[in-house]
């Protein structure tokens, strides 16, 4: 942990899973590429002195744009062919928060998100109503089309052959829910998380990523984190805000309660993923009890780092 803070700091993740370098058969089609350019976004505008909260927003954006992650444009099927994206955001400095679950038409669910956390007396919209809300207050809007990528689509296929029936997480799969957590040049905290859930899910089936204390929590007081995984366990566990409470309540560090809850509890009760986590002490970092997570971190004085598998620093 540095004795003295970085003036500002950028980690981002891209999901987790069993990513071994024989399983992306030695190459990376471009994750590491994709992460370097959310840092690199993400990283100008908390150089340039902008808050936590546009600079986790700008780097979500980078990989909802990117048809490698599991969320935006390159977000999974559901049972019914349909991509219904979950997306939040949070504020540390007054813990103020948005989040969206099953929209189907905005481009950048995260950028919805934050519109429902500074311009709706709400928390969390869901659904059709969410769709209008984006409409209403005119986020850039997408068709069917545009999210429908091919390798996403034979994912559905496949798990219908298989005879799959209800959505699980599958760590096999290396589904990429994408986030940021930032601290800025004034010691504010934020987190957003983005992601299309799980290939074939029913029902309106929500995960972790859009429930706030679960995926996604930013407080000034202790953390701010973003998670991924299998969102039912980090939903029981409510992860996010489990490991903020363990900083702010037990005075333990950020990275020691990060790690009892992911690669404790929550490993204990059936749960896979991990967590990107800035403390507000400046520290950051990650933990996760999968093979690997592509992630990547940036600070004021520390040069851009991605990493996918476990073995890596
Ligand atoms: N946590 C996400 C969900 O359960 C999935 C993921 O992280 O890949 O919806």
Redesign the pocket.
Known sequence: MPSAPAAWSLVIHG??GVMTRESLGGADPGFSTALNAALSVGGDVLAKGGSAVDAVEAAVRVLEDDPLF?AGRGAVFTAEGRNEL?AAIMDGSDRSAGSVTGVTRTRNPVSLARAVMEKSPHVLLAREGADVFSLEHGLDQASPAYFRIEERWQQLEAMKRAGGGTAV?DANLK???VGAVARDRNGHLAAATS?G??TGKRWGRV???PIIGA?TYADDRSAAIS??????Y?IREAVAHEICARVRLAGVSVQDAADAVVRGELMAMGGD?GVIFIGADGSMGWSFNTAGLFRGCVSADRKPIVAIYGDEP
């Open positions: 999901g987790a599991n979950d997480f589904y990429g829910t992601t859930g799980l995960g972790d990523s995926g998670a991924t995984g299998s969102g039912e980090f993923g």
